[in-house]
């Protein structure tokens, strides 16, 4: 999976299925996680978040879950639908209460949808 | 509402050429930032302003510089320019020093350095 660190270029799914996207951290201070979608030639859009305190947190077809013990992180999105593909990154601060300027930016996950 | 709007989109440079990118955002935010995207690198943070009147450095400042003009606008500077600054540059805002919930980013500015 990816990592804040390596780089996994390309996740490919059926359109309906169930996708899951990892990120591997390494900074067990890590405190704050982000998912990011970015659609070709445009900006990161921020997609959910989630704090060290929890586990699991849910949006609309998606849900983070943290793994503290490995220092995993994974996106799931739900019935994957072709507006969906596109570049998928986490990004992880150690600074509670810190600004944007902590963040490290993982390298990205290449989510393409199968008709 | 136009959230964070960036120009120019595209630009070509000469190396030793000189240039700003512009950055707006219409949401009373008080952090900006500028990172570049490079392949195959995850965003990296060239400056950043925290709030009105304050600017500091990022993960790689070198080559660049930044003025926070009022609280709508931060702009990026390559006094000259090199090929290794060729790359996408992206602006984003943050509605408080504290990151809570989003960095809003601009649409990206693609640069070339010939």
């Known amino acids: 999976g990816e990592s804040v660190g390596l780089h996994l270029p390309t996740l490919s799914v059926q359109e309906g299925d169930n996708s899951i996207i990892n990120c591997a951290y390494s900074?067990?201070?890590?405190?704050?996680f982000i998912w990011y979608k970015q659609e070709s030639g445009k900006g990161p859009q921020f997609i959910i978040d989630i704090r060290s305190n929890m586990d699991k947190r849910q949006g609309q077809r998606v849900t983070v879950l943290l793994n503290k013990t490995v220092k995993h992180l994974s996106l799931q999105i739900a019935a994957t639908q072709p507006g969906d593909s596109a570049v998928y990154f986490c990004?992880?601060?150690?600074?509670?209460?810190?600004?944007?300027?902590?963040?490290?930016f993982g390298k990205g996950t290449h989510l393409i949808i199968q008709p | 509402n136009a959230g964070v709007t960036q120009t120019p989109k595209f630009q070509v440079l000469k190396t030793g050429q000189s240039m700003t990118l512009q950055c707006a955002q219409d949401?009373?935010?008080?952090?900006m930032y500028w990172y570049r995207q490079d392949p195959g690198m995850g965003l990296r943070l060239i400056y950043y302003s925290a709030s009105e009147g304050t600017t500091d450095k990022g993960e790689v400042p070198n080559g660049y510089n930044v003025s926070r003009l009022n609280k709508r606008e931060f702009s990026l500077r390559l006094e000259s320019a090199a090929p290794s600054q060729t790359s996408v540059y992206f602006c984003a805002s943050s509605a408080g020093v504290v990151l809570e919930g989003e960095l809003f980013f601009g649409e990206g500015s693609r640069l070339t350095v010939l």
């Open positions: 900074n067990s201070a890590s405190d704050y």
């Open positions: 990004a992880e601060t150690p600074y509670s209460g810190g600004g944007a300027d902590g963040l490290t």
């Open positions: 949401m009373n935010h008080n952090s």
